[in-house]
């Protein structure tokens, strides 16, 4: 049960970042609130299971320093190959452990070093053995989407589902799990990043930086301002980053400056 104190904070702050967010977009748009909307509902859903492994694989090889080592975007024909169009079944008959799918990488990709043990290609390799595991277990996208669904009674299961991808998937963190799930267009998943967290914590909204905390305090803010919790994530996320990317203009990163709005107000 959330106190009426942080029901009526969550409201406030959320009607202020989506002013705060709509009066940045005005000065670009005469119509900042069909602009905005056109990136709370920029996703695409995914059309089979395939998809969504190629969509996991992307996700987890965009993590930190993985963007750069693995290079997901530049290798991508290649690494459909490899991993045989992201079919789990296929991946382990073919490979059956990390360290053949790391000796494959080995081959494709001259500059590979795994002289380091743990290094980020050993991890990418081991990851993709224990996802297709996994994921291996559903027949199709109708089963894995019922298995999804299953977790959207209330803010606890929502928040079971990303920590039993963590438990269940080696190197695959909470918040990375969350991300994976709503790109998926699972909408009541946000991902609690380093902005988010700075955000929910330093306005009170939280009082943990905990990624499963801010998690549950993004869920609950969606709850009592009546849209999905994908819609707070991504007008925070637009406020931090300033990237409109469907328009090509930059409004530059505000999250410091909405911090100081929200405490100075408070």
Same mark, same amino acid.
């Given at each position: 049960?959330?106190?009426?104190?942080?029901?009526?904070?969550?409201?406030?702050?959320?009607?202020?970042?989506?002013?705060?967010? =709509? +009066?940045? @977009?005005?000065?670009?748009?005469?119509?900042?609130?069909?602009?905005?909307?056109?990136?709370?509902?920029?996703?695409?859903?995914?059309?089979?299971?395939?998809?969504?492994?190629?969509?996991?694989?992307?996700?987890?090889?965009?993590?930190?320093?993985?963007?750069?080592?693995?290079?997901?975007?530049?290798?991508?024909?290649?690494?459909?190959?490899? =991993?045989?169009?992201?079919?789990?079944?296929?991946?382990?008959?073919?490979?059956?452990?990390?360290?053949? =799918? *790391?000796? +494959?990488?080995?081959?494709?990709?001259?500059?590979?070093? #795994?002289?380091?043990?743990? !290094? =980020?290609?050993?991890?990418?390799?081991?990851?993709? @053995? $224990?996802?297709?595991?996994?994921?291996?277990?559903?027949? !199709?996208?109708?089963?894995?989407?019922?298995?999804?669904?299953?977790?959207?009674? !209330?803010?606890?299961?929502?928040?079971?589902?990303?920590?039993?991808?963590?438990?269940?998937?080696?190197?695959?963190?909470?918040?990375?799990?969350?991300?994976?799930?709503? +790109?998926?267009?699972?909408?009541?998943?946000?991902?609690?990043?380093?902005?988010?967290?700075?955000?929910?914590?330093?306005?009170? *909204?939280?009082?943990?930086? #905990?990624?499963?905390?801010?998690?549950?305090?993004?869920?609950?803010?969606?709850? #009592?301002?009546?849209?999905?919790?994908?819609?707070?994530?991504?007008?925070?996320?637009?406020?931090? $980053?300033?990237?409109?990317?469907?328009?090509?203009?930059?409004?530059?990163?505000?999250?410091?400056?909405?911090?100081? *709005?929200?405490?100075?107000?408070?």
């Amino acid at each position: 049960m959330i106190d009426s104190q942080l029901k009526d904070k969550y409201i406030l702050v959320y009607s202020k970042a989506k002013a705060f967010i =709509l +009066e940045r @977009i005005s000065k670009h748009f005469p119509n900042p609130q069909e602009i905005l909307d056109k990136y709370i509902y920029d996703q695409s859903k995914y059309e089979s299971l395939n998809d969504a492994n190629q969509r996991l694989v992307e996700s987890m090889s965009n993590r930190n320093m993985m963007a750069s080592v693995i290079a997901f975007g530049r290798r991508k024909s290649e690494m459909n190959t490899i =991993l045989l169009d992201y079919n789990p079944e296929k991946i382990l008959a073919i490979y059956w452990d990390w360290n053949n =799918l *790391l000796n +494959e990488f080995v081959k494709h990709f001259d500059s590979i070093d #795994v002289s380091r043990k743990g !290094n =980020l290609w050993q991890q990418f390799a081991d990851w993709i @053995i $224990s996802w297709s595991k996994f994921m291996s277990v559903f027949k !199709n996208k109708e089963e894995f989407d019922t298995f999804v669904k299953r977790f959207s009674l !209330n803010t606890y299961t929502k928040a079971s589902l990303p920590m039993l991808l963590e438990k269940e998937i080696k190197w695959f963190w909470f918040a990375l799990a969350c991300d994976f799930l709503k +790109e998926l267009w699972y909408r009541d998943y946000p991902k609690p990043d380093v902005h988010l967290i700075e955000i929910f914590y330093q306005t009170g *909204l939280c009082d943990s930086k #905990v990624p499963y905390d801010v998690y549950k305090s993004i869920v609950e803010m969606s709850e #009592v301002v009546w849209v999905d919790a994908y819609t707070v994530d991504k007008i925070f996320w637009l406020i931090w $980053s300033g990237r409109m990317y469907l328009d090509n203009i930059a409004l530059w990163q505000n999250r410091d400056k909405f911090i100081s *709005l929200i405490n100075i107000n408070a």
